[in-house]
């Protein structure tokens, strides 16, 4: 680089020459110097090519400095451009309304060259101030815009993980996977290594080069990047991203950790998720079982009953048969009461049978009561 590129350049305004000759003289060992004879040329080259600073003489034909200094300032692109007036106008009131065109500040003629140098120095020091003020108020802008971005974006995992457990099942927990990732302008397409394996994806229609990605590469690394593609694996479920944003390094590495942590408690909850379909199943089994239960149970109390009324009649039936042939078998009253106290003693040990086959309906019983506890529990 030149030192004529390290000077701050410097349009010189006057229709005046020798002024012109002066003012370049005393200042082009310093600056980058251009001289413009009049207001008009100088706005077509300010516009052009824009100065570090300009000194604008007052009285010139046609344009005016104080026209030429309004019409400056008056553009978003030009005003802060810093602007010395030059006048032999040498009234408080010819400053003031020097000022109030927006001059930075004002120069009567005859001067000398020490003071121009000086508030040249003076104007731009504080322009170069000014500039890095903004510079540090921009730079704290965008630290501060990233530190609330990067919250916004650390809040969306923290939702994410308290969702996940309100999920009821595989369905609902990818879409919230995918909801969470377009907070993140994230296209994906999602792959659960169930059997069979189920693909969702955030606009509905599964890809087939996305499809023969995840099938192929699932179970590979736990990242695996090619070009703006992202896949993240776990073991029960993977994560095609088709969309990072590569050309922001930082924006790309928070993403990557984000990511992670909401897979990572994705993948928990599939764990859980499975447990607790494997638990519903052993629930639905038990469930099964004490009604088939129940129902023997009560096949059982049926079964006991009716042969229950059926032995009372046999034995009812024997009983009287054979006091009716007690006459033709010609038996003695003692003989007769010995038959009947046999016959009475058989119906006892009937009933007895019975009442411990009831016994066996009360253990059941409480098996049943049992089974209900555990599945309860």
């Known amino acids: 680089m030149s030192d004529t590129d390290n000077k701050k350049h410097i349009f010189v305004v006057d229709d005046e020459p020798l002024n012109s000759l002066f003012l370049t003289e005393l200042l082009s060992e310093h600056f980058q110097i251009t001289q413009i004879e009049n207001g008009t040329d100088a706005l077509d080259e300010i516009k052009k090519s824009p100065p570090d600073l300009i000194l604008l003489d007052v009285l010139m ?214 447990n607790e379909l494997k638990l519903t199943a052993r629930e639905a089994g038990l469930s099964k079982m004490l009604i088939s239960t129940q129902q023997i149970l009560n096949e059982i109390e049926a079964d006991f009953n009716n042969n229950a009324k059926r032995n009372g009649k046999i034995m009812s039936k024997l009983a009287n048969k054979m006091e009716s042939n007690f006459v033709q078998l010609g038996l003695s009253e003692e003989q007769e009461s010995e038959v009947i106290e046999i016959i009475e003693d058989a119906m006892n040990d009937s009933s007895s049978i019975y009442q411990s086959g009831l016994n066996i309906d009360e253990k059941l019983a409480r098996l049943t009561n049992e089974l209900k506890i555990i599945i309860k529990n």
């Open 61 to 274: 034909p046609n344009l005016s400095g104080l026209e030429v200094c309004k019409i400056l300032k008056n553009d978003n692109d030009l005003s802060h451009i810093p602007i010395i007036f030059l006048s032999a106008l040498n009234q408080v009131s010819d400053r003031v309304t020097g000022y109030n065109a927006g001059g930075d500040d004002y120069i009567t003629k005859p001067f000398s060259g020490l003071e121009v140098l000086t508030k040249i120095k003076i104007v731009l020091d504080k322009k170069q101030e000014l500039e890095d003020q903004k510079q540090q108020s921009d730079s704290n802008m965008k630290m501060a815009m990233t530190l609330m971005s990067q919250n916004g974006e650390t809040g969306h995992v923290l939702h994410f993980l308290k969702d996940s457990f309100l999920t009821n099942d595989i369905k609902s927990l990818c879409q919230l996977i995918i909801d969470t990732c377009k907070l993140y302008d994230l296209k994906v397409t999602i792959r659960t290594n169930t059997n069979p394996p189920t693909l969702f994806s955030h606009d509905k229609k599964i890809k087939k080069i996305d499809q023969q990605i995840l099938d192929m590469l699932h179970m590979r690394e736990r990242l695996i990047y090619f070009e703006n593609r992202c896949l993240v694996n776990f073991n029960h479920i993977s994560l095609l991203i088709k969309n990072m944003p590569i050309d922001d390094e930082d924006k790309n590495g928070r993403l990557k950790d984000h990511i992670a942590l909401i897979m990572e408690g994705a993948d928990a909850r599939m764990i859980s998720l499975e």
